[in-house]
């Protein structure tokens, strides 16, 4: 008996090919994995912050009920998936707050990181410091060793570098950290990531400018930080459209570029002794440099200041204790510590907050009118 092979087709019109089905699932997979949460934050017009806390929060996102709503349209709307295992990490340590700094040693900013702390620990949170020395690739170090440990916010606290090249890999870290839901809170100037609590040093320097030469000075120097930094250069700006103003310039090589400590100060003030023409006044943009220079130029018998004034900028502590009392712009620096905790805790971040910070002259001491033989010869 013979056996016929019948061929045949079975179709099933209504059940996709089963390679073509795993081949739609991978590119649908592909597509999903194409959409950041930075498209979903630009669809819905909102911060990256924003949209992290909205879609990362399981429920706990506290902001207005409109951004919620808008930003979850935009996530059905492109098909977006969040990154359970980076809700896990972020949840995970999210009553830290990372604070960089220069130097803690440094009464400027121990005033300031001791004003965070305690705003901090007011609302159940911890503070983990790191200090950078003014170098930046150890600021770009710890930021990213930050970003690591997952904290709710990260603070930048310190002067600037004018090089934008030298911030622009710390401003690219800060910038996926606010993508994953971070904040950022910078207390600097020019930078342009998070939200940013800016100090008026020109202004302050400017105004200082004004009460000095109301004294009846003429001759100037004035000593500052490294030129890389924004701070020493918004001073030293500040200070001379103040002379300006009063009809007056910064003579060419009066302006000194020294460390920023009492060392110092103490090595400017021997340069300034020696000459046979000193300033009748000298502006520190730094306090502890303005404490050197005083204490130098009274071990080398130049009364202060009865033969040179000598004024500062920031009111640490040791202004105020020093003889005599060092005359300075007055820098709030603990509310400036406990606006940076409440800019932290900002939940809603699709506005970048920007809190502008005024300083004030203080006058003791250490600056008094210009003799009148001095001023005579001026004159």
Known sequence: MQRRTVNRTLRFPDRPHPRRAGENRRWEGVKRAAVRLADVAAQAQVSLATASRVLNSQGGYTGRPALRERVLAAAAELG???????????????????????????????????????????????VTIVCTYRDPSQELKYVKLLRAQRPRAIIMAGSGFINRSAFEPIETELTRFEETGGVVVSVVGDRGVGHRIVLENESGSRELAHTLADLGHTRFAVATGPARLTTARDRLKGFRLGLQDRGLELPKGSVHHV???REGGLRLAELIAAQPERPTCVFAAFDVVAAGLIAGLQQNGVDVPGEVSVAGFGDIPLAAQITPALSTVSVPLELIGQQAVELAMVEDSSIRRSIS???????????????????????
């Not at 990181?113 to 620990?121: K, L, Q, S």
């Not at 910070?357 to 001026?378: K, L, W």
């Open 259 to 261: 460390d920023m400590t």
């Open 357 to 379: 910070i005024d300083g004030t002259v203080v006058m003791r001491a250490s600056t008094a009118p210009v003799p009148a033989r001095v001023a005579a010869h001026d004159g």
């Open 80 to 126: 977006y998936e969040p990154n359970f295992h980076a809700q896990a990490l972020a949840s995970a340590t999210s009553t830290t707050i990372g604070l960089v700094l220069h130097d803690i040693r440094d009464a400027y900013f121990a005033l300031m990181a001791g004003a965070i702390v305690r705003t901090a620990e007011a609302h159940g949170l911890f």
